[in-house]
């Protein structure tokens, strides 16, 4: 596959140093990782430029994306503090979320799935991962990747696929959520980045489909697009044992840019009567308004 490279990478190969951006052709489309001015080893990530990850080598518990923080919220409370655990991440981005587990959860042993091989290689040779941090990545479809992990693996189960901006249908239904659940230990935790924006049918939908596989769950997300003013990100946390959804209320509160979570009656109420997703009439999250990346 052909690449172009505009510029160059950062004169130590480290994301340190003098930082000019990377531009690279990958499967996903033209990929971009652009440092952060404000910070001497932070970087952003973007395909066809849509925002993707946010990472600072430096400090790798620093979460910048609104959604991240959220989805760290969740790892936080997945375990006691500073506990190992293992966790599958589906889509990898510029490594974020496992960098941050990495770094909170030292020993902790980790996958990341990420179906994008040229993306990886970019990511890997400009951002590199921590020597030391127990992180395997794999470049696989996540739903065949899935299938190949044995029962009761996971603690902690990330699922933030998209491709072309959107979420691939065969990651949308009750048949793939089975899958999730079969890997996750008993105490484990599911929690996907979910996008959707008025009249927020796949948001509901999504909800319902996972309400039909696990017994509780919660949802996170900017009131805004929770009433359906705007296109944005929500994440859904899901499990077969009750979630610190008091903690996570507040924490979420707490946030720069504050999130709501529903739970129970309200969020079950949200759905608004959707009824879950299968695989035969599956169909990818919506492509978000252009003016969303502007």
């Keep these: 596959m052909a690449r172009s490279r505009k510029q160059g990478r950062s004169s130590d190969g480290g994301g340190r140093g003098v930082r000019e951006p990377v531009v690279e052709s990958v499967d996903g489309g033209l990929a971009e990782l652009i440092p ?92 590199p991962l921590d020597p030391g941090a127990r992180i395997r990545v794999r470049t696989a479809d996540a739903r065949e990747a899935l299938a190949k992990l044995p029962d009761d693996w996971a603690d902690v189960l990330v699922a933030d696929v998209f491709s072309g901006a959107r979420t691939p249908a065969h990651l949308t239904s009750t048949e793939f ?50 009433r359906g003013k705007r296109f944005g990100n929500a994440v859904l946390v899901a499990s077969a044992q009750p979630l610190p959804v ?31 997703v299968v695989d035969a009439a599956a169909k990818a999250s919506p492509a978000p308004p252009p003016s969303v990346f502007r």
């Design 36 to 127: 952060d001015r404000d910070r001497p080893a932070a970087w952003t990530l973007l395909l066809d430029g849509a925002p993707q990850s946010h990472v600072d080598l430096d400090d790798p518990t620093h979460l910048s994306f609104e959604y991240q923080r959220r989805i760290g919220h969740v790892l936080d409370l997945a375990a006691d503090k500073g506990r190992p655990v293992q966790a599958l991440h589906l889509g990898g981005g510029a490594f974020t979320l496992a960098r941050y587990v990495a770094a909170t959860r030292p020993r902790s042993t980790q996958q990341i799935v990420e179906r994008d091989g040229p993306l990886v290689q970019l990511v890997r040779a400009t951002l």
């Design 177 to 226: 959520l089975t899958e999730v659940r079969r890997v996750l230990r008993t105490t484990g935790v599911y929690v996907a980045n979910l996008a959707d924006g008025p009249p927020l049918a796949h948001l509901r939908a999504q909800i319902a489909t996972a309400a039909a596989v696990f017994p509780e769950l919660a949802l996170v997300a900017d009131p805004t697009v929770l």
């Design 246 to 276: 008091a903690e996570l209320t507040r924490r979420a509160a707490g946030d720069p840019h504050p999130g709501r979570v529903e739970h129970g009656k309200a969020l079950a109420d949200f759905t608004g009567g959707a009824v879950p």
